[in-house]
RNA sequence: GUGGGUGUGGCGAAGCGGUUAACGCACCGGAUUGUGGCUCCGGCACUCGUGGGUUCAAAUCCCAUCACUCACCCCA
């Protein structure tokens, strides 16, 4: 029996990394251009900051996450997202003395233990962007701003944003208490999984699928309504700069994010033709996260954007990534001695950058050229016993088959020049 | 955790009870004793995810199991 890869992880291919490192490029360079810097942190943390960051009452926290215990008896768990991490540092290293605010970004793996399908795997990797200590509302927007730069970017069409404020502890506490007793009456009449949600998280049942639960929930108090004027001026400002910067975006009241660290701005940005799970990215507002993972009472605004969801897109709207060729020069050689000549010229080749390949089993004349063909490679170096005993080679060009001799003294000289050109 | 779909060579894919398991792509070799991309010729699955069962006969029917996949839940 031959053993596979875990469920819901996957190999990346050469083919594959390519295009990963493409991506990759595009998200620093727009990163740095944002003024974020990088901060990687390790990939398994303590359970207790996710229990405490994430929330214990998510899905992630109550039955996602790869969680053991270590030699030394500590519970350790595999990170199912970013942004309770980067804050454990930022409190870890005292960031919050530096100037703030401390804009920071992430890109890695992240695990959860969930049923795969497409879009979502066990083994995911994400992008993030996290802002601390600023409670200013053009941190929120910016970073939205960014999410959407980079989509453009890519090419990518269609993509809408949806935004709304979930308020503050105290206007989030006040809408609870008004929305289930909105429902109270009705409670049987919902949906098994909306009474359960009303327990645990009653702003989900506004997106509930099921007809009956929309038609009850029509009329339900709204957390936009319940905001105070603190929550009800960031957001007012946040939508401003948004519309300010030409972002296009809607309200969407119903929107509830999963994780419990968000305050205020919530928002994703969603694109429908990925699938089921058609969210490409999302964060928001974190005001109290800091705090209750062991810090100072601070701001924070961040968001992930799923990297496997972003090739999805780029799949669905038939956006080919470029490729860069794999070879400039192959160096054709008939017999051991016209390879031992030709060897030192692949060793200085390579080492000026410039894409060189060889023969390895010493095949034919005509399955090295066949290889040099398929690799793209735009000369041919090729020197057999004839050519070794005159000093010579042959320079071949792939695109038209011209050919030329050249002496072995000037095949450095002579492939640099043309190769730079 | 729940439900649906699929499982034949490296990939795509026919066959759906009866002699040696189509075909396409890719790969390897030859036509051209030292020259690629086109063409032609040849090669490439003791075997149909795995294990049982039914039958004179199974890739084809039944059961189990595993894997993949899509959807619910939830999220990136």
Redesign the pocket.
Known sequence: MSI???????DFLPEDTAKWQYIENILRDLAASYGYEEIRTPIFEATELFLRGVGDT???VN??MYTFEDKGKRSITLR??G?AATARAYIEHKMHGLAQPVKLWYIGP?F?Y?????????Q???FGLEAFGSQDPALDSEIISFAMAFYQKLGLTGLSVRLNSVGCAHCREEHKEKLQEFLRPVLNDLCS?CQT?FEK?PL?IF????EKCNELIVKAPRILDCLCDDCKDHFEKVKTLLTAGNIPYHIDPCL????DYYTKTAF??LLEDI?????????GRYDGLIKDIGGNDNFGVG???????VFGALAAQNIEIPTVPKCDVFLVS?GDKAKTALFPIAVSLRGMGIKTEIDFGG?????Q??????L??KI?I???????LRGEA?L????????SPIKAADILDEVIRRIKQ
């Open positions: 596979s890869r875990p469920k819901g992880t996957n998510t899905d992630i039955k996602e199912p997202e942004t992240m959860r969930e049923r795969p399908q497409k879009g979502r795997f066990r995911f990797h994400q999984d949600r998280n989900r997106d509930c699928k099921n509830v994010r999963g994780l994703e940005i699938g089921a799970q058609s969210a490409i990215c999302g964060g968001f992930a954007l799923g990297l496997e969801r008939m095949k034919s004349l005509k399955s050229l066949k290889t040099a063909d398929r793209k490679a041919a090729i020197m057999g016993e004839d050519e070794l042959i071949r060009d792939m695109a038209d088959g011209e050919q």
